[in-house]
């Protein structure tokens, strides 16, 4: 065979295959915009944050301006969603805790997860506490975890590791000198500061 052969037929079979795919990328984004507008999930934010607090029987001014001032209005319709449907407290003091914290889901999820297995505490002491928490999830394990272990009261529980939540950790060092006195161990140390103008 001559090279001119070898040749013409790779071409040609490099030719197809790049018909091919331009006409399946044609087809493919030809067919995007049906995808999109027919898939329910691309639904507006907005329009499933209201529809969902009103479903839970939110006010229409309250469910309309909560999910208009949030920055992810469907994790608040689903905060409200679940702590309602779930615990004893109502979609409206639900809607109010949910509104107020950075993670929506995670503080439904401490309340949930406190109300289900911590039976002395109230609801309403549990919802105040995952609002007040800057970590619901970790605070929900500290509850749950002192509870499985202790005699603690539930309010104790809850203030407990409440306390706990808010604790920093230490970010300076021990300026204690090692040797007790109240010498300071780098006071041998001197500046130069003659290049200084």
Not at 39 to 58: D, F, V, W
Not at 113 to 133: E, G, M, W
């Amino acid at each position: 065979m001559s090279n001119s052969g070898i040749h013409g037929r790779t071409v040609s079979s490099l030719a197809r295959r790049l018909a091919v795919g331009a006409a399946t990328s044609s087809l493919f984004i030809g067919l995007m915009p049906t995808l999109t507008l027919a898939n329910p999930i691309q639904k507006n934010a907005y329009e499933s944050c209201t529809r969902g607090l009103l479903g839970e029987g939110i006010q229409l001014e309250d469910a309309s301006s909560a999910c208009a001032s949030a920055l992810e209005p469907r994790d608040i319709s689903s905060c409200v969603s679940k702590i309602s449907n779930e615990t004893e407290v109502s979609a409206s003091d639900a809607l109010d805790a949910c509104i107020q914290v950075r993670r929506p889901r995670d503080m439904a999820s401490c309340v949930v997860q406190i109300d289900d297995n911590v039976d002395a505490a109230t609801s309403s002491d549990v919802l105040d506490s995952c609002t007040r928490s800057l970590l619901p999830d970790e605070y929900s394990d500290c509850v749950v975890g002192l509870d499985a272990s202790t005699e603690l009261s539930a309010t104790d529980l809850l203030d407990t590791c409440i306390a706990a939540d808010y604790r920093l950790p230490s970010v300076l060092p021990n300026f204690q000198p090692a040797n007790g006195s109240d010498e300071s161990p780098d006071s041998s140390i001197e500046f130069d500061d003659s290049f200084v103008e």
